[in-house]
């Protein structure tokens, strides 16, 4: 059974950092990791994505710069270092594992495995 475990949210100041962490247990098999958020009153937006194969990352306007996704050598968890946090980065944070769609990791629509999230909060 696939399993992906969020940790590492919290509150955080305005120019702050955090780092979550994304544990995945089971086999996905699968050649996408990605970061979403979704705050209250909102829709999820993708935050990052990371190509496992390809090595290759997208990022969300918000947080290009600002935020870094990678993986574990063995590809049991993978992270987003989250620097210079701003009030507008509050949300709950979910990570996901699935496959390329159109040959892309870009977008939601081939991540199938999901965590349950972890809540970021910044204060100003």
């Known amino acids: 059974q696939v399993q992906l475990v969020e940790s590492g949210g919290g509150s955080a100041q305005a120019g702050g950092r955090l780092t979550l962490s994304c544990a995945v247990s089971?086999?996905?098999?699968?050649?996408?990791m990605g970061w979403f958020r979704q705050a209250p009153g909102k829709e999820r937006e993708g935050v990052a994505t990371?190509?496992?194969?390809?090595?290759?990352?997208s990022y969300a306007d918000s947080v290009k710069g600002r935020f870094t996704i990678s993986q574990d050598n063995s590809k049991t968890a993978f992270y987003l270092q989250m620097n210079s946090l701003k009030p507008e980065d509050t949300a709950m944070y979910y990570c996901?594992?699935?496959?390329?769609?159109?040959?892309?990791?870009?977008?939601?629509?081939?991540?199938?495995?999901w965590g349950q999230g972890t809540q970021v909060t910044v204060s100003s």
């Open positions: 089971g086999h996905t098999g699968s050649n996408c």
């Open positions: 996901a594992e699935g496959w390329r769609v159109g040959g892309t990791c870009r977008g939601a629509d081939g991540f199938i495995y």
């Open positions: 990371l190509d496992s194969y390809l090595t290759d990352t």
